[in-house]
């Protein structure tokens, strides 16, 4: 990872915290991006290297994940590793009653979002002798249904195929693309989803979901982000096109 060129969009939340740790402790050069100035002044302060940049960027708007591009392109000189990382959960409710504008901003972020990245970045790799690797955070969910949360699952459905024809065209130009696919992860996103399938029962939800996995327990952020650690990197130079899930055996 020495030196490598790494952007990470959702960079400031926990998984990407995690991520842009081991990265720069291994040498790499990263610039997060996220929607609230805010949560990345925090993560610059918690992570404090010079190995870092930020970049408040919206990914459900095309101009600006340009703009972010550009960036990292000014600042790095190229892009070797990207993480398509940033999404949203929306909320949870019956598909017959769900909010449309909640909907619209879960395929925004979590399907354009993704694309809009895959296209501006594309031309960047393509520059590179040897390529890069994209890695898009996908979910469990794109692996299997779960009732009163269809737009979320629909969107991490939606980029396991992005991910499969991104693969497809981008392995002329060396660029592999992968996706991740962990199950519940003990973070933020999670105590949303606990408090919303059981209101002021968070805890309980927990247990609940615990016990679909047969390990017992949510995932760790440093146990997802390494293994996004793994498909950037070149250990992972003959694998591309491909779902990995990091869930405690949820979807065997």
């Known amino acids: 990872m020495k030196n490598k060129r790494v952007v990470i969009t959702g960079g400031s939340g926990a998984i990407g915290k995690a991520l842009a740790k081991e990265l720069i402790a291994k040498g790499a050069k990263v610039l997060i991006t996220d929607l609230k100035e805010e949560n990345l002044e925090k993560a610059k302060e918690e992570l404090a290297s010079d190995q870092l940049f930020t970049f408040k960027a919206d990914v459900s708007e095309e101009k600006e994940v340009a703009k972010y591009v550009q960036y990292a392109v000014d600042k790095m000189g190229g892009i070797d590793i990207f993480y398509n990382n940033a999404g949203v959960e929306g909320k949870v409710a019956p598909l017959d009653e769900y909010p449309l504008e909640v909907f619209n901003q879960v395929l925004n972020v979590n399907v354009k979002g993704v694309y809009y990245g895959l ?50 065209e981008g392995a002329p130009h060396k660029i592999r693309v992968n996706t991740v696919n962990p199950s519940p992860v003990d973070n933020r996103m999670m105590r949303s989803l606990e408090e919303g399938f059981a209101p002021g029962a968070g805890a309980e939800a927990k247990k609940g979901f615990e016990q679909t996995i047969p390990l017992q327990r949510y995932a760790t952020n440093e146990e997802v982000a390494k293994l996004m650690l793994f498909l950037g990197s070149n250990d992972s130079s003959f694998i591309t096109g491909t779902v990995n899930p990091v869930d405690g055996g949820m979807t065997a």
Do not use: W
């Not at 898009?136 to 737009?151: C, E, K, Y």
């Open 119 to 168: 296209r501006h970045v594309f031309p960047v790799m393509k520059k590179n002798k040897e390529g890069g690797s994209i890695i898009i955070t996908s979910s469990v969910a794109g692996l299997m249904g779960t009732p009163n949360v269809l737009p979320y699952v629909t969107s991490k459905h939606a980029i396991i195929g992005m991910m499969k024809s991104a693969a497809l």
